[in-house]
């Protein structure tokens, strides 16, 4: 079994590079598949899903892969199937988009219920809600379900949540549809505007991204094109919170500032210096951090994937903090394991009350999530002795070189794997 080590490690500085968005390369990996000639994409992160997906793309007859410039080739247009193997599919989340994408060019679709991350349920219902307003019918079987229709149609689509992940799989169904297509209630996510902005370089025709009302004209066809991916928002408010659990500066660069506006404001307000140009964002603390108060919302609001991270940051904040999860309320699996390290959390309904300032002391503590892991990464960081983080698995689905980046920051960090186990890591993993 593999595990990561974490040692208390005072003052983190240096420069750390974000590589592109783990969500908005999963959008657009599934987005080129719509085309009709091979598409390049540059800033794919060598991740555990991307993987996946290339092995799902060569069931398929899509030609997928990393060339040696980096840039990742794919060539869709000797597809044989749209049946995806469902236990392939439900290792990670947003395999659904291969139905939005597949579906005007195939007719049917099947591909196993969303993996990845849980947190107690990921609902599909606003996606569809939105392809059986454009003709689609769903049949459900046990491990997956098929989506079929014969001819895609615009349609007036309203989605009664806001949902990046339906929001994308729409505009990828609605391309190449008969007709216009309207989405009202859109999510306004970076990675949706990110989808757009390449599938209108390949011909789509899409208006309103980044608002929360999008028009698509269908087109017939899509050409080719060779895109980059936005850099990762949420690997780098992880980096920008370390600097203030360690009480130390550090700078991502490769950064978009605007789509992290909600985490450094909440980060100011907590008691870290900001500082940033066109693509960096410094962090540095002040020596001295200040209790407050977390809502999660959709884009432009404080991000859900931000919310763990953050916690650990706040178990060093004296006084009372207090975090609350409108998104996702079930995701605080981190709370029990950061009470394993000595934090005083009382959760509730959705919101984590944590008294700050009391000592962590490392201990044997279990990943449920990627950002559940992050978050023990970084509370390990500010622990006496060291910390043992189980269910690494997590990490390698949405960190290409986690544990190198904070050691070249000058964190005490180190992976480990033992064929033979460890029992005391083997038992708080089944715990």
């Known amino acids: 079994m593999k595990w990561i080590e974490v040692e208390r490690s005072s003052g983190l500085n240096g420069t750390v590079k974000i ?10 990996l599934a987005a080129a598949c719509l085309s009709d000639e091979p598409v390049r994409l540059a800033g794919i992160p060598e991740i555990a899903d991307f993987k996946v997906i290339c092995q799902i793309a060569e069931d398929i007859g899509i030609q997928m892969y990393r060339e040696s410039t980096g840039l990742v080739y794919i060539d869709p247009r000797h597809i044989h199937s749209a049946s995806i193997d469902p236990r392939k599919s439900s290792m990670f989340r947003t395999a659904y988009y291969f139905v939005g994408a597949l579906l005007a060019k195939c007719g049917k679709v099947s591909v196993g219920y969303p993996g990845g991350d849980d947190f107690v349920k990921r609902p599909i219902d606003q996606h569809i809600k939105a392809f059986e307003s454009m003709g689609a019918a769903f049949t459900y079987h046990q491990d997956y379900y098929e989506a079929e229709a014969r001819e895609l149609k615009g349609a007036d689509i309203y989605f009664d949540t806001i949902t990046s992940g339906a929001t994308i799989n729409s505009i990828l169904a609605a391309v190449r549809a008969k007709g216009q297509t309207v989405l009202r209630n859109a999510a306004r996510d970076p990675e949706v505007v990110d989808t757009a902005i390449m599938l209108n370089q390949m011909g789509a025709r899409i208006t309103g991204a980044g608002t ?3 028009r698509i004209e269908g087109v017939r066809n899509l050409r080719g094109c060779t895109y980059t991916v936005i850099p990762d928002r949420l690997i780098a408010g992880a980096f920008l919170i370390s600097a203030g659990v360690t009480g130390g500066s550090v700078t991502v660069e490769d950064v978009i500032p605007e789509h992290l506006n909600s985490c450094i404001a909440k980060l100011k307000e907590i008691g870290l210096h900001i500082e940033t140009t066109p693509n960096t964002i410094t962090a540095q603390s002040t020596g001295a951090l200040r209790a407050t108060r977390v809502r999660t919302a959709m884009y432009p609001g404080f991000a859900t994937d931000l919310q763990q991270p953050l916690t650990a940051l706040l178990t060093q904040a004296p006084g009372k903090s207090i975090v609350s999860d409108r998104i996702y309320p079930k995701r605080f699996n981190h709370v029990y394991q950061l009470r394993r390290m000595g934090a005083d959390i009382d959760l509730r309904a959705g919101t984590a009350f944590i ?3 009391a000592p962590l002391r490392g201990n044997l503590v279990h990943a449920t999530d990627i950002r559940a892991g992050i978050c023990l990464l970084l509370a390990g960081l500010a622990a006496d002795g060291k910390t043992s983080i189980t269910g690494i698995q997590h990490f390698e689905r949405g960190y290409e070189h986690i544990v190198e980046d904070f050691r070249s920051l000058g964190a005490k960090i180190g992976q480990h794997d033992s064929n033979d186990g460890n029992k005391e890591l083997l ?5």
């Open 19 to 28: 590589p592109g968005s783990k969500n908005s390369s999963l959008a657009l």
């Open 212 to 214: 929360d009302t999008i």
């Open 355 to 357: 008294k700050g300032g």
């Open 427 to 431: 038992q708080i993993t089944r715990s």
